[in-house]
């Protein structure tokens, strides 16, 4: 078994990855002496595939628990469902001694983190991700939260979990199109913190792909090293933590100009080669870099080019508008090597309109 500490003063809490741990995770639990009492929230989809294997895992220990589920897909990460959960679980009797499992993909992750937050003011929770997107990036570091019909994640809380179990064999049954999603948070992390791990990706590239569970689980544990070393450093975004935002920008505003019909994680692919394309013309990135990383992106089947039919002058207006744009300013994370990049919002319009053509 792999752990990694977040370490967060007396919030700390540790990521276990090993393959197979889903049927150990109510022994960790008990061990641990998180709770007695414990509700495991997931959809439909993934309360079907995993929820009976988890919650034998926590009754064999002599955990009670019960289930709760919603439909699967973004359309249920909105306030309706957090009533609902909140009502199930008072109807449960469930109270701050009780604890929250989270068994899903980054939707589940952040439903049922918000629930745990601000039911009774706050009860524990721990993850147990099952998409690449939710091992390697949405279920650590403590942001939950809903969408509402103005924007998404625009009502949440930063909440962080009591420990996250990570099986890498959940991954088998992740339909191809999920798999590549959370591909592109995988490079991200290489190039905006590790040269050595973007190297690893490149020369592993078969077996990832393959998704040989040995390479996926020295991957995902990676990504996580990374991403807790980074949230350790600024928990609240209000500095390093924002270069977890690589390839974001312009992808936040090619997602919303499709009207969400490009997923988030070729989003974030289209997002990061145009990254590069600005930091290419700003003279900070070397042109060869900027193509080793466009290529390990296509060797990795993900997009470049952002499709011709979606409005230009449209996703302008969403970097604008973006929820993190300071005064109309987006801020842009910019390689100036691989494994490392500089936070600006200094970039001429002109060559916005430049990374955004073709
Ligand atoms: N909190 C954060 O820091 C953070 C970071 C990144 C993304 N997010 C959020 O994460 C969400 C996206 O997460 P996601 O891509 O995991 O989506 P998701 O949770 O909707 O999962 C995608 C689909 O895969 C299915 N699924 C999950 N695990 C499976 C498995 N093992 N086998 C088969 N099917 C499985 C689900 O039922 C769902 O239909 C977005 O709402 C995004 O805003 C949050
Ligand atoms: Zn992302």
Known sequence: ??????????????????????????????????????VVVADDRVAELYGKQLLDSLRKEGLSCDLLTFPHGEASKNLTTIGRLASSLALLGVDRKDCLVALGGGVTGDITGFVAA????????????????????????GKTGVDIPEGKNLVGAFYQPRAVFID?????????????????EVIKYGVIYDRDFFDFLAGHRERILQLHLPVIEEVVARCCRIKAAV???DEKEADLRRILN???????A??????????????????????????????????????????????????????????????????????????????????????????????ADELIDAALSE
């Open 1 to 38: 078994m792999k752990i990694i500490d977040v370490g967060l003063g007396n919030r700390s809490y540790p990521i276990m990855l090993s393959a197979g741990l889903l049927d150990s995770v109510g022994r960790e639990l008990r061990q641990r002496n998180i709770a007695k009492r414990y």
């Open 118 to 141: 601000i039911y009774m003011r706050g009860i524990p929770f721990v993850q147990v991700p099952t998409t690449l997107l939710a091992q390697v990036d949405s279920s650590v570091g």
């Open 168 to 184: 890498s064999r959940v991954l088998v049954s992740l339909p191809p199109a999920e798999l590549s999603n959370g591909l592109a």
């Open 231 to 233: 949230v350790a450093a």
């Open 246 to 252: 690589y390839g974001h920008t312009l992808g936040h």
């Open 254 to 347: 090619v997602e919303a100009a499709s009207e969400f019909s490009i997923a988030h994680g070729m989003a974030v692919a289209m997002g990061m080669v145009a990254a590069n394309k600005l930091a290419v013309a700003k003279a900070l990135l070397a042109r060869q870099d900027a193509e080793t990383i466009n290529n390990l992106i296509a060797g990795f089947a993900l997009p470049a080019r952002i499709p011709t039919e979606y409005d230009r002058r449209l996703m302008k207006s969403f970097l604008k508008t973006d929820k993190k744009a300071v005064g109309g300013k987006p801020f842009f994370v910019l390689p100036v090597t691989i494994g490392k990049v500089i936070i600006t919002d200094d970039v």
